[in-house]
C-alpha cells in the first residue's frame, strides 16, 4: 500500500507542475469578469461613435417636411401634371394595344384564318398584319371547298362525281376525295 500511496502522491504533483508550465508559457486567461467588462467597454465605445444618429435621422425627416411645405403651387402644379403625362401615356399605350389586337382580329377574319390565330399575327400596321395572314394562309391547311368534306349536291352521274374526285385530289382534300370515291363506288356497284 505504500507504493499505491506514493503513486497517488506523485500523480497530483505532475499534473501541478504541468499546470504551471502551461501558464508559465505566456497564455493569459481571462475570467467571465474580464471578457464581460472588455465587451462592455467596446460597446460603449461604439454607442458613442453613433450617439447622434438618431438626432441627424429626425433633422432630416424636418427638412424634407419643411421643403415640401415651402413648395410653391407652381412646382406642386407641375408635380402634379407630370403624373397626370405620365397616366394618359400609360393608356394611350393600353389604347393603341387593345386597337391593334381588334385589327388583327378583324383582318384575321376577313382573310379566312381561324379566329384563335388572332393573337399569332405578327405585324404593327395593317399592311404588315396582312402580309403575315398570307404567311400563314400558306402553312394553315385550308377547310375543303365542300363544306367540311360533304360534296355538293347536283353530282349525279359517275363521270361528274370522277371530276370532282380528281379536284379533290389535286387540291390536297383528301377527305372529301374519300366521299367521291365512295359515291361513284356506290353509283356504280350499285
Same mark, same amino acid.
Given at each position: 500500500?505504500?507504493?499505491?500511496?506514493?503513486?497517488?502522491?506523485?500523480?497530483?504533483?505532475?499534473?501541478?507542475?504541468t499546470?504551471?508550465?502551461?501558464?508559465?508559457?505566456?497564455?493569459?486567461?481571462?475570467?467571465?469578469?474580464?471578457?464581460?467588462?472588455?465587451?462592455?467597454?467596446?460597446?460603449?465605445?461604439?454607442?458613442?461613435?453613433?450617439a447622434?444618429?438618431?438626432d441627424?435621422?429626425?433633422a432630416?425627416?424636418e427638412?424634407?417636411?419643411?421643403?415640401?411645405?415651402?413648395?410653391?403651387?407652381?412646382?406642386?402644379?407641375?408635380?402634379?401634371?407630370?403624373?397626370?403625362?405620365?397616366?394618359?401615356?400609360?393608356?394611350?399605350?393600353?389604347?393603341?394595344?387593345?386597337?391593334?389586337?381588334?385589327?388583327?382580329?378583324?383582318?384575321?377574319?376577313?382573310?379566312?384564318?381561324?379566329a384563335?390565330?388572332?393573337?399569332?399575327?405578327?405585324?404593327?400596321d /395593317? %399592311?404588315?398584319?396582312?402580309?403575315? #395572314? $398570307?404567311?400563314?394562309?400558306k402553312?394553315?391547311? &385550308?377547310?375543303p371547298?365542300?363544306? =367540311? *368534306?360533304?360534296?355538293p349536291?347536283?353530282?349525279?352521274?359517275?363521270?361528274d362525281?370522277?371530276?370532282?374526285?380528281a /379536284? %379533290?385530289?389535286?387540291?390536297?382534300? #383528301? $377527305?372529301?376525295?374519300?366521299?367521291?370515291?365512295? &359515291?361513284?363506288?356506290d353509283?356504280? =356497284? *350499285?
Amino acid at each position: 500500500m505504500a507504493e499505491g500511496t506514493n503513486n497517488q502522491n506523485q500523480n497530483p504533483n505532475q499534473n501541478s507542475s504541468t499546470t504551471q508550465t502551461a501558464a508559465g508559457a505566456g497564455e493569459k486567461t481571462f475570467t467571465q469578469a474580464d471578457v464581460d467588462r472588455v465587451v462592455a467597454d467596446r460597446l460603449e465605445r461604439e454607442r458613442k461613435k453613433y450617439a447622434g444618429f438618431e438626432d441627424y435621422k429626425k433633422a432630416k425627416e424636418e427638412l424634407d417636411a419643411l421643403k415640401a411645405g415651402q413648395m410653391s403651387e407652381l412646382e406642386k402644379a407641375q408635380a402634379a401634371l407630370a403624373k397626370a403625362q405620365k397616366e394618359a401615356k400609360e393608356n394611350a399605350d393600353k389604347i393603341k394595344a387593345l386597337e391593334l389586337i381588334a385589327l388583327k382580329s378583324k383582318l384575321a377574319a376577313e382573310g379566312g384564318l381561324p379566329a384563335e390565330l388572332a393573337d399569332r399575327i405578327r405585324g404593327e400596321d /395593317e %399592311a404588315a398584319i396582312k402580309a403575315d #395572314i $398570307e404567311v400563314l394562309k400558306k402553312v394553315i391547311p &385550308q377547310k375543303p371547298a365542300g363544306g =367540311g *368534306g360533304t360534296p355538293p349536291s347536283g353530282a349525279k352521274t359517275p363521270e361528274d362525281l370522277q371530276t370532282l374526285y380528281a /379536284e %379533290a385530289i389535286k387540291g390536297g382534300r #383528301i $377527305e372529301e376525295a374519300m366521299i367521291y370515291k365512295k &359515291q361513284i363506288f356506290d353509283k356504280l =356497284g *350499285g
